[in-house]
């Protein structure tokens, strides 16, 4: 039973630039929220969708952006790319209602230079 | 969202046991305590999570104080695997709305595991 799938796994953009991230989540789970991870902290929390809507959004610019699809995969938008981005991106799924816990994929490193 | 707090890092010997402290002086009566590690390169992984009462599982222990304002995971047996930074998070109710929720980390403990 494959887990939660990320890609691309590493990739270098240019400052300004826009950046799609892709996530599928694990087989059962409908719900994804993604997570930016600077070097040496903590999983900062994006958002999370729910049935093709944005529930949850932590404290990030309207430059990111998101999308869930009807198979429940899902894509992270970062538009207008600062050095500051830079960082692993972490998509985490779950099952709505379920009460158990997330099941992260391995990140994409977003290099902006 | 409330807070935890843990030490931000530890160190063991391989083949004993290690108590990873955590702090959650805030959380309320319906807060999760959960704990994921992250290996070196990897996403975060479940280890074990808790309300109230003590729980066992294949991979570790954890204590719950009686007051809830602080957790111990107990790694039984280190091994040079276990070396991660643990996080310990606590989990909202769920949105009855949404049926969501969400988990916010703190900066976690590495544990380093000597040989």
């Known amino acids: 039973d494959a887990g939660v799938t990320q890609s691309p796994t590493h990739l270098i953009k240019t400052r300004g630039q826009q950046v799609t991230l892709r996530c599928s989540p694990k087989?059962?789970?409908?719900?994804v929220s993604w997570y930016q991870q600077a070097l040496g902290q903590g999983p900062q929390f994006i958002f999370q969708?729910?049935?093709?809507?944005?529930?949850q959004r932590g404290n990030f610019p309207d430059r990111f952006s998101g999308h869930q699809f009807p198979n429940y995969s899902s894509e992270l938008n970062v538009n207008a790319l600062l050095l500051g981005d830079s960082a692993l991106y972490l998509c985490?799924?779950?099952?709505?209602?379920?009460?158990?816990?997330?099941?992260f994929g391995s990140g994409t490193r977003l290099t902006v230079v | 969202d409330a807070k935890t707090t843990q030490p931000n890092s530890m160190e063991s010997n391989e083949e004993e046991p290690v108590h990873l402290p955590c702090n959650h002086s805030?959380?309320?009566?319906?807060?999760?305590i959960h704990w994921y590690r992250q290996l070196p390169s990897q996403g975060p992984e479940y280890v074990i999570h808790?309300?109230?009462s003590n729980v066992n599982n294949r991979m570790a222990s954890l204590a719950i104080a009686e007051d809830r304002k602080s957790s111990t995971l107990i790694l039984h047996r280190a091994t040079l695997r276990d070396a991660a930074v643990y996080y310990c998070?606590?989990?909202?109710?769920?949105?009855?709305?949404?049926?969501?929720?969400?988990?916010?980390f703190g900066t976690g403990t590495r544990l380093k595991v000597l040989a």
């Open positions: 998070i606590l989990r909202g109710p769920m949105f009855t709305t949404s049926g969501t929720y969400k988990y916010i």
């Open positions: 087989s059962g789970h409908d719900t």
């Open positions: 969708y729910y049935e093709e809507e944005e529930r």
């Open positions: 808790g309300l109230t």
């Open positions: 805030t959380i309320s009566g319906t807060d999760y």
């Open positions: 985490a799924s779950s099952r709505s209602g379920g009460g158990g816990g997330y099941t």
